[in-house]
């Protein structure tokens, strides 16, 4: 049975609140997880959208769901979203017991090679002899 939390301002949203604590698979989770994202992106969400989708949460324990974020303004705007999305998932779920926990991660930086000079001597770093090579045969990069 599903009921709406009592609180102070009747204005703001409620949790949705309930007794169901069915045992869900993470397939299932993570269905109901993207089709959340694809609401948000059809309200123009875009960064919600972008921080639900960007990485995969993870299933903890049997209902604790951990969301990497990569800076506290990724986990404010987690956190403003909270209720609707608790009140997406639970009841579809049917678990009214699961949580969302937030873990601050860094991404790793890719360096993209742009030039032909970039793209050779990332190369070489990798194989040494290609600039034996280079010199043996008269070779130019910058073709």
């Not at 269905?31 to 992106?41: I, M, Q």
């Not at 090679?113 to 970039?118: G, P, R």
Request: proline share 3%; glycine share 2%.
């Amino acid at each position: 049975m599903e009921r709406v939390a009592a609180g102070d301002d009747d204005k703001e949203p409620k949790y949705i609140t309930g007794d169901a604590k069915e045992v869900f698979n993470t397939a299932q989770f993570l269905d109901c997880w993207n089709a959340y994202s694809d609401k948000v992106k059809e309200e123009g969400k875009i960064n919600v959208y972008t921080l639900l989708s960007t990485s995969e949460p993870l299933l903890q324990d049997d209902d604790v769901i951990l969301v990497h974020v990569e800076h506290k303004l990724q986990e404010g705007l987690l956190q403003d979203e909270m209720i609707e999305l608790l009140n997406y998932i639970r009841p579809r779920l049917k678990n009214f017991n699961i949580s969302i926990k937030t873990k601050q991660v860094t991404r790793a930086v890719v360096n993209r090679l742009y030039t032909s000079a970039e793209k050779y001597q990332y190369l070489v770093e990798k194989n040494p002899k290609l600039e034996e090579l280079r010199k043996k045969f008269n070779l130019d990069i910058n073709s």
